[in-house]
C-alpha cells in the first residue's frame, strides 16, 4: 500500500477554486435611490410651480389703499410685493415693518443714506433662486425678474425708491404697479381686488 504524498501548493489552489466555483459569490443588495431622487426633484418643482401660479390677493385696509388709474392693462404673472403703511410683504409672507411707511435705517444697508433694504434683498434672492430653478427644469417658464408692486398711495417717494433698488439689486427689474380701475371718487376706500397694471 502505497503512502500518500503531500499535496503541492498548486494542487491546493486548484481544490480551492473548484470549491469556490460550486458557491456563487454574494451579490451585494442594494437600493438604487436615483430614480428616487429624479422623481423627487420633479414633485418639488412642479409644487414649486403650484406656488409660483398664484397670483396676488389684494384687500385694501387702513395700512394698505391703492391708487386708482384708467388703465385696463390686465394683470400678468408676477411675483407680489406689497408696500403698505406699516409692512412690506412678499408673495403673502410679512418680510419687515415699517415706521409710519418708511424704513428704519438699520434695516437698510449704509443706514439713512443708503438704499439697499437688507431684509427684503434677503427674501427676493430666495424668490429670484426658486424662480430660477423652476425655469432651468420648464424652458416655457423663464425667469423674468418680473413682480407686482402693491403700494399704498401715501408711500413717501424715498421708500418706493429704496423698493424699487433692492428689487433691481435681486435682478427683479420687469416691474408692474397694482392700481385699482377707475377714479378716486368712484369708491368708498374699502374696496376688493387690485386690478390694473403700469
Known amino acids: 500500500m502505497s503512502e500518500p504524498k503531500e499535496a503541492t501548493a498548486a ?3 486548484a481544490i480551492i477554486r473548484r470549491k469556490l466555483k460550486k458557491h456563487p459569490e454574494h451579490e451585494e443588495q442594494s437600493i438604487n435611490i436615483y430614480p428616487m431622487m429624479d422623481m ?4 418639488l418643482v412642479f409644487l414649486i410651480m403650484q406656488f409660483a401660479n398664484e397670483t ?3 384687500i385694501q385696509s387702513e395700512d394698505l389703499q391703492i391708487p386708482y388709474s384708467i ?3 390686465e394683470l400678468t404673472e408676477a411675483l407680489p410685493v406689497q408696500i403698505t403703511r406699516a409692512d412690506i410683504v412678499v408673495d403673502n409672507h410679512r418680510v419687515m415693518g415699517l415706521r409710519n411707511g418708511t424704513v428704519d435705517p438699520s434695516q ?3 443706514g439713512a443714506n443708503g438704499f439697499l433694504i437688507t431684509p427684503l434683498h434677503a427674501v427676493m434672492i430666495q424668490h429670484r433662486d426658486r424662480l430660477k430653478l423652476i425655469a432651468s427644469h420648464n424652458p416655457n417658464r423663464p425667469f423674468r425678474g418680473a413682480v407686482q408692486i402693491i403700494a399704498d398711495r401715501r408711500t413717501p417717494f424715498r421708500t418706493l425708491s429704496e423698493v424699487i433698488y433692492t428689487l433691481g439689486q435681486a435682478e427683479f427689474a420687469e416691474l408692474h404697479f397694482v ?3 377707475g377714479s378716486s371718487g368712484s369708491s368708498g376706500g374699502s374696496g376688493g381686488g387690485g386690478g390694473a397694471e403700469h
Open 56 to 58: 396676488a390677493n389684494v
Open 179 to 181: 392700481v385699482l380701475q
Open 108 to 110: 437698510k444697508q449704509g
Open 40 to 43: 423627487m426633484t420633479i414633485l
Open 71 to 73: 388703465s385696463r392693462q
Open 11 to 13: 494542487q491546493v489552489a
